[in-house]
Every structure is written in structure tokens, then in C-alpha cells.
């Protein structure tokens, strides 16, 4: 994630999971304005100086959060999300660090707000607006300007 305002947007919306070894704030995947539908998780990383004092301790926690999500089994869900993790990340095995994200990311289909419409707009599956776009038709004859000069058949 990238700017303030997507980083606001989670924190105001989102749903915090909470775990001893770190906390997620999740809201559901929109894309940005103008941008093309492609649900994939966009994930930012905050650690604060009040958690980690040390900068090479912040960096090596971001590492070793980074490299969880990259190698985690299943992939990650289409979300938005900010992790927060805490001191303890630095101390666990990355096995159970990897453990915990991917128990943290099987709570977040099901926990993420839908926003102030409730089932408004909701499908068979439980997803909500725009969860299915509909493939671009295109017609199989051509279609030709209204302005253009038209040849008469005989």
C-alpha cells in the first residue's frame, strides 16, 4: 500500500484480527479509482519505533513478516490490509510465524465488513458488489460508424 489515504481508509474500515505475535487490520479489495479490476491482497507492513526501538530490529521484523506472506501456502486472500507486528516476530521460528499469518489470513473472508448496505447487492456466494464482473462482450459482426457512407445492396 502506498500514501496515507488507503493506510486511513484501512484503519477507519477495517477489522483488526489480533494475535500475540502481530495484529491485522483487513478491509475488503477496491480498486483505486481508474485502475483495472484484479483482486489481489495489498498488504503494508507498520512497525513503529515505539515496538522495535532498534531500526535494524523494525527492518529485520518487516523481513522476516515479508517473507511469511511471499512463501505462505494458499496465497493470501484479495484484501487490503495493514500488519502490525510485535517484538515477539523477532523470537518465533519462521514456522510458526508462517503458522499464525496463515491462521490470521483463513479468519479474513468471512470477518471483513461489507460496508453500511448490508446484503444489498450480495450473490449466491456471499461476496458483495462488484465480486463477479462480467466478461466484455464483443459482438461477432463487426460494427460500423452510423456516419460512414453505407454501400445499398442490389
Known sequence: MSGEREFRR?????VALRDPLLTLRVTEYRPRYGEAWRPRAIIGIVVSKKTLRRA????RARRRVREALRTLPGGLPPCRAILLPNPGVLA???AELQ???ARLMAQVPGRVKRGKGGAKGSNAKGGGGNAERPAPVSPSVPLSDPRAPTEERP
Not at 535494524?56 to 527492518?59: A, H, L
Request: charged share 20%.
Open 99 to 101: 503458522a499464525t499469518l
Open 56 to 59: 535494524v530490529d523494525r527492518n
Open 10 to 14: 484501512v484503519r477507519q474500515h477495517g
Open 92 to 94: 518465533v521460528p519462521f
